[in-house]
Nanobody, 123 residues
Framework: QVQLVESGGGLGQTGGSLRLSCAASGRTFSSYVMGWFRQVPGKEREFVAAINWSGSATFGADSVKGRFTISRDNAKNTVYLQMNSLKPEDTAVYYC????????????????WGQGTQVTVSS
């Protein structure tokens, strides 16, 4: 069982930066592929980024490549999403996710979800 708690959301400005954190419980954190999804009202949750267990490989949606960076600290059971060059279309609820043994690029591949944190980017 893995529990995920996000933090760091809030209000950002166009062109600005925010950093999300996700603290995970459980001693097997380092075994999971970790990632982030986001969702806006009326739309399905969409994949944002993922990182493998060691941090040696990362994956990102085309919409955030070059702007968002995912990283993890296995000693702290924490995964981060550094969001730079924010755009109003980045406004969404961001969810931290964990997946066993696979890159969670779609919802059905996710084993655990966090409760979500709101990110709002003003224009």
């Amino acid at each position: 069982q893995v529990q995920l708690v996000e933090s760091g959301g809030g209000l950002g400005q166009t062109g600005g930066s925010l950093r999300l954190s996700c603290a995970a419980s459980g001693r097997t954190f380092s075994s999971y592929v970790m990632g982030w999804f986001r969702q806006v009202p009326g739309k399905e949750r969409e994949f944002v980024a993922a990182i493998n267990w060691s941090g040696s490989a990362t994956f990102g949606a085309d919409s955030v490549k070059g702007r968002f960076t995912i990283s993890r600290d296995n000693a702290k059971n924490t995964v981060y999403l550094q969001m730079n060059s924010l755009k109003p279309e980045d406004t969404a609820v961001y969810y931290c996710v964990a997946s066993w043994g696979r890159v969670p690029t779609t919802g059905p591949l996710v084993d655990y979800w966090g409760q979500g944190t709101q990110v709002t980017v003003s224009s």
